[in-house]
Nanobody, 122 residues
Framework: QVHVEESGGGPVQSGGSLSLSCTVS???????LRWFRQAPGKYREVVAG???????TYTDSVKGRFTVSLDTAKSTMYLRMNSLKYEDAAMYYC?????????????????WGQGTQVTVSS
């Protein structure tokens, strides 16, 4: 029922910019949305996210370079990536889950997209 789909990945030069989109369908009003990434041979890590109340989060390595936003009318989360580094190259995944009224967003997410590849040339 819930479908998550990312788009916007591709090749980019070091220092360049790229924007990713994540569209979520079949979801409820209160939600949590996150961007994850995983490079070959490395652990998956959370990059950024946004909740239905507008709260945003970023991992330290992307603060000041990446910006996450939400278009509620289009049910789409965006990730604007500036000043890209070689270390940012990875498969980027969008994940969604229900927001708990008391405890907020979960650690483990239930619904995942298939991923969109970001490559950075040095």
């Amino acid at each position: 029922q819930v479908h998550v789909e990312e788009s916007g990945g591709g090749p980019v030069q070091s220092g360049g910019s790229l924007s990713l989109s994540c569209t979520v369908s079949g979801y409820n009003d209160k939600f949590c949305l996150r961007w994850f990434r995983q490079a070959p041979g490395k652990y998956r890590e959370v990059v950024a996210g946004i909740d239905s109340d507008g709260k945003t989060t970023y991992t330290d390595s992307v603060k000041g370079r990446f910006t996450v936003s939400l278009d509620t009318a289009k049910s789409t989360m965006y990730l604007r990536m500036n000043s890209l580094k070689y270390e940012d190259a990875a498969m980027y995944y969008c994940a969604a889950d229900v927001a708990n009224v008391l405890f907020g967003c979960p650690v483990n997410y239930k619904y995942w997209g298939q991923g969109t590849q970001v490559t950075v040339s040095s």
